[in-house]
């Protein structure tokens, strides 16, 4: 694959999940990545739901593994598969998305949310999310000013060749694709398929994102008043 490849250094890069997913306590409370699998099995003998809580943890190579605090916000993106896959994941592999900036990962994660809301024709409602700010460093595949050179990558309509892409680099031993943002003009977000890359994962902010039943109105911040 000649697509280049270029250091990215995002200190911070950006993360946005549901609020109903909590820490994951498996990867936080182990320092070594190497005993993971080790107390996962010993544990999951008399813990039924770890299994459900941790996902499958042999998706993730060794030499790939985090813990430790801040961990299971990165983990739980390669051990827990979205079926119905994404922009660069047909389902069998995980993939860590984020963004830039805070607003980038916001216009993604809206858009999403947004897409997923109307075609369960969900009543109006709010609901929370998390956000994270992680370190990321490490080589990745660049797209970044590319999309009339991979206008089939870029469509909005389609991931069809996103993931016919990653398939082909994550073969080749990729550590992941940096591209344009499709919901927010000049943002860049991140495709991580390595969980090493990322680092210092720490939860910044809740937000609240309103649905009014055909659209996504608004997005707020939610605090805590002394």
């Not at 595949?141 to 069809?160: C, I, N």
Request: net charge negative; glycine share 8%; aromatic share 8%.
């Amino acid at each position: 694959m000649s697509l280049p490849v270029a250091r990215v250094e995002w200190k911070p890069c950006w993360r946005i999940i549901p609020s109903r997913f909590p820490p994951i306590e498996l990867f936080e409370r182990i320092s070594d990545p190497g005993d993971l699998e080790a107390i996962y099995e010993l544990e999951s003998m008399t813990n039924p739901r770890l299994r459900d809580e941790v996902g499958d943890i042999r998706l993730v190579p060794p030499e790939d593994r985090v813990s430790g605090p801040g961990s299971s916000a990165i983990m739980a993106a390669f051990t827990h598969l979205n079926p119905e896959g994404s922009r660069f994941s047909d389902g069998s592999w995980g993939v860590f998305y984020a963004g830039i900036d805070l607003d980038t990962a916001i216009a993604e994660t809206r858009h999403h949310r947004e897409r997923f809301l109307r075609d369960a024709a969900q009543a109006r409602m709010e609901f929370d999310m998390r956000v994270y700010a992680v370190d990321l460093d490490g080589e990745l595949h660049d797209l970044r000013g590319r999309q009339s050179d991979y206008p089939l990558v870029y469509r909005e309509d389609s991931h069809a060749a996103g993931r016919h892409l990653a398939g082909v680099l994550r073969r080749e031993g990729s550590n992941g694709i940096v591209y344009d943002s499709i919901r927010r003009e000049g943002g860049e977000c991140a495709a991580v398929f390595r969980p090493r890359l990322l680092s210092n994962c720490r939860q910044e902010r809740h937000l609240s994102y309103v649905w009014d039943g055909e659209r996504m109105t608004h997005v707020y911040e939610k605090r805590a008043l002394q």
